[in-house]
């Protein structure tokens, strides 16, 4: 009948059965050293090598138009990051450094490539404008050159990239400038065509345009009063003229009459000074350049000279004038009025039909005037926009221009190169200590696995409850195991030879791992 190990193990029976197969454990452990040590040596040796750089933003800021505006170091470092790790790049790298030669004897490139670029290793920092760049292989010397050039290229192809991109811009807003140059200029052609033809029927226009209609209509109004006149002055100088006619005809006769009364001839003096004072009512009522005033300052001034050549005349010489050379005078002074009075109103009607002309199309043009700024304002719709929009590219334009000169001088921001990657004088891989422990942790397991095993394959109780409990009977007493002397003598002899062993194994490998640690095979 199969023994059942009992559920319930206390501390007692762990320690007893530690004790009972020590032996087992301690050839686990060595053995698992062993095979460390082993797994250590048979391992390649990998080197690391890291690159510190930081990211220096540019100190001029000509415009918002730089390539790093809104970008952050994480997002510059993911796109170079993927340049610098091109197929390209990486191919150049490993010719140069004659990397992976037997891999790629044995490899196409693609996984060559593959196989570096899962080497290569770039972290941004969390904080400030920093990161690394770090490489890993088996040859040491070449790993802090390869380092090295991997971070040259970050440099390399940020610059590059930040004159491509300020390049494309600049070519970009050039392109955009030029097209909104040639709408606005046509956009302002069309208007400046529009204003030109309608420029007096233009809404900027309506108020000069009124005061002109309201002063055209008042030098109408001027002029109709000033033919109104004269069409009375020259019904009285028509009087006058018939008057003379009479007196003359009357004078032939020896009579003069006006509706069959006798009419008393006028004496220049008399004349004189009925004009003066007809020319005072007058300039109270007229201008200077008025044609009545004009023509009764012309009557005085021809009676003023008549009277002063009568009183410079002798005696005898006046008392020969007779009254019908005066009047055939006078008479001839009227009709030359009447006729001057014909040719001012002529001259008036056809300022009055200038000036009617003139209101007419005053009236027109203030008529047009809404239609013209409905029309307007359709048409300057969109200039205010098309204006905003170029003056704006002609602002990013010169933004992108100075950016690429200061992209062409290397002024802008750029990485640079704050702790260069050294020989490395440790590998970072295989790990000592690691190994070790993972091989002390491996023994251990394959002990336990094996006590366990021998434990349950052991059918012998080690105990009376052990018993009592299998069969279910009371146990009365327990006899102690006797050991014979030659029994005791052999114990010994195999447990000093054990120990002995276990001892010079153990020894064994810690001056090996002492001699290859100072030779500085083993890096702790």
């Known amino acids: 009948m199969e023994q059942q190990l009992p559920q319930g193990i206390n501390i007692k029976q762990i320690v007893d059965i530690v004790l009972r197969r020590k032996a087992i454990i301690a050839g686990c452990l060595l053995l698992a050293m062993t095979a460390g040590l082993g797994g250590y040596f048979t391992q390649p040796k990998t080197y690391q090598g890291r690159t510190l750089l930081s990211y220096q933003q540019q100190s001029i800021s000509p415009a918002k138009m730089s390539p790093d505006e809104q970008e952050n170091i994480r997002q510059i470092v993911s796109t170079l990051s993927e340049i610098v790790t091109s197929r390209t790049n990486l191919e150049k790298v490993i010719t140069n450094e004659e990397l992976y030669t037997k891999l790629r004897d044995e490899l196409p490139m693609e996984d060559v490539i593959v196989i570096m670029r899962k080497r290569i290793q770039i972290n941004p920092s969390r904080r400030g404008d920093t990161f690394t760049v770090t490489y890993q292989t088996t040859n040491p010397s070449k790993v802090a050159r390869v380092t090295n050039t991997l971070a040259s290229g970050f440099i390399e192809q940020n610059m590059k990239y930040r004159e491509e991109k300020a390049t494309e811009t600049s070519i970009y807003t050039q392109d955009e400038l030029d097209m909104a140059k040639v709408i606005l200029d046509k956009k302002e052609a069309i208007m400046r065509d529009y204003k030109l033809k309608y420029y007096n029927e233009m809404p900027e226009q309506r108020i000069m345009n009124m005061t002109r209609l309201a002063s055209l209509q008042i030098q109408y109004q001027s002029r109709q009063e000033s033919i109104q006149d004269l069409e009375r002055t020259r019904v009285l100088i028509r009087d006058q003229i018939e008057m003379r006619k009479q007196i003359l005809n009357s004078l032939a006769y020896g009579s003069v ?41 012309k009557k005085i001034s021809n009676l003023e000279k008549r009277l002063s050549a009568n009183k410079a005349g002798t005696t005898a010489d006046t008392s020969t004038t007779s009254p019908t050379q005066t009047l055939d005078t006078t008479l001839f002074e009227l009709q030359a009025e009447v006729k001057s ?12 039909v200038d000036t009617t002309n003139l209101i007419h199309q005053y009236e027109k043009w203030i008529g047009s005037a809404p239609i013209r700024e409905a029309e307007w304002s359709a048409l300057t719709r969109e200039y205010g926009e098309l204006k905003r929009h170029y003056d704006f590219l002609v602002s990013q334009n010169l933004q992108a221009g100075s950016a690429l000169n200061l992209e062409r001088k290397q002024k802008g921001s750029q990485f640079k190169i704050v702790d260069p990657a050294r020989t490395p004088t440790k590998p970072i891989s295989p790990n000592f200590k690691k190994i070790m422990a993972m091989a002390l942790l491996g023994g251990a397991a394959l002990a336990g696995a094996i006590i366990a095993a021998l434990e349950f394959l052991n059918t012998s109780f080690r105990d009376p409850a052990s018993l009592a409990q299998t069969f279910g009977i009371e146990v009365i007493c327990s006899v102690p195991h006797i050991t014979l002397k030659k029994e005791l003598r052999r114990t010994r002899i195999i447990t000093s030879i054990g120990v002995l062993f276990f001892l010079s194994w153990a020894i064994s490998l810690s001056v090996v791992m002492l001699y290859f640690w100072q030779k500085h095979i083993i890096i702790l």
Request: proline residues 4%.
């Open 257 to 297: 009459t006006r509706n069959n009364q006798p009419v008393r001839l006028e004496s220049d003096q008399a004349k004189l000074l009925r004009l003066g004072k007809k020319l005072e009512l007058f300039l109270e009522r007229y201008t200077d350049q008025h044609p009545k005033i004009k023509s009764l300052k």
């Open 341 to 352: 009075i014909g040719l001012s109103i002529k001259k008036i009607n056809k300022e009055k």
